[in-house]
């Protein structure tokens, strides 16, 4: 049974294989359907300006996308790509809701409204515990903060807990990595930057100093850079030097869905559900709101 076009309309004919008939060469009509699905630009790719080729999408203007690796390699698609980010360059977030081919009976309909899909359940880890498939996250390891291997890497791990840095940028949080406290490195194995960039910091072999009470040997962490704010809405590091803390800054748009995209890939890498996510000042006395902030920004987009 076919998905509702987005109009409300039933998917039919031409529609069922996202092709639009009105374009189709009618000097084709002897071509089965498959051969036709391989050689008529789809429904997703017209109402986008997007074009699948033999190992990528490409855009008739230049315009970038974020892609996901899938499978299985699809006629139109030997690469197995799947097209899952936004129209970045128009300001248009879009996505799937289908699809209808043979191998998919339902119809491909783009919807404007659609978010980008939020995780990527496909993650290759390699042999020193770094994600290597994933464009979305750059790697950035400070091996100053790999305190120790987790006896069982896939079995010793319980959650991901959620923190923020106390710092202003990306930059200044690797540096804060980079440099002990009375002869310990603190940090996590992930930071999100304000733009959205999530940096890979530490192995997922490896602990690290994240948060205290036994949690570094059951748990990965994840920083999103921001500071805590006063009653004024002002950065503060909170007394002695700074006024008190009453609240901490929102994330940006781009940190929330970065962080939903890491947090859904994490569960889906170990098994976990959304309800195994933990926020720092639960598991230790810390400030209120630290990670708390960013779980209540990301809850409506955590996925099991």
């Avoid at 309909?109 to 978010?115: F, L, R, V």
């Avoid at 940028?169 to 194995?189: I, K």
């Avoid at 992930?190 to 959205?196: A, E, H, I, P």
Wanted: some cysteine; hydrophobic content about 30%.
């Amino acid at each position: 049974m076919g998905l509702p076009r987005v109009d409300g309309s039933s998917c039919q004919d031409s529609w069922r294989y996202g092709i639009d008939s009105s374009d189709t060469d009618t000097s084709q009509a002897n071509l089965s359907q498959l051969e036709r699905i391989t050689q008529e630009r789809t429904l997703f790719e017209r109402s986008t300006g997007y074009e699948s080729t033999a190992d990528q999408f490409r855009s008739n203007d230049g315009a970038g996308g974020n892609f996901t690796s899938g499978n299985p390699d699809y006629p139109w698609d030997p690469a197995g790509i799947i097209y899952t980010g936004m129209l970045a360059a128009k300001g248009e977030s879009g996505g799937y809701a289908g699809p209808d081919y043979p191998w998919n009976p339902g119809g491909i309909i783009y919807t404007a409204s659609a978010e980008p899909v939020q995780i990527n359940r496909n993650w290759q880890v390699d042999d020193d515990g770094m994600i290597a498939n994933d464009p979305r996250i750059e790697l950035y390891r400070v091996p100053e903060l790999e305190s120790g291997a987790f006896a069982n890497p896939m079995g010793d791990i319980d959650k991901v807990v959620l923190h923020r840095t106390v710092t202003t940028s990306a930059e200044s949080t690797f540096n804060s990595f980079e440099t002990p406290r009375n002869g310990t490195h603190y940090g996590t194995h992930f930071v999100v930057g304000l733009d959205g960039t999530i940096y890979q910091t530490a192995s997922l072999n490896s602990k690290t100093n994240h948060v205290a009470n036994g949690h570094n040997s059951n748990s990965i962490g994840i920083e999103v850079v921001g500071m805590p704010v006063d009653a004024d809405g002002t950065q503060t590091v909170g007394p002695p030097n700074g006024t008190p803390v009453t609240g901490w800054q929102a994330l940006t748009p781009a940190q929330i869905a970065a962080t939903a995209y890491l947090t859904n890939s994490l569960n889906s890498y170990y098994g976990f559900d959304s309800d195994t996510v933990a926020v720092h000042e639960d598991l230790q006395a810390k400030t209120e709101g630290e990670g708390r902030t960013v779980l209540d920004a990301i809850e409506d987009s955590l996925v099991d």
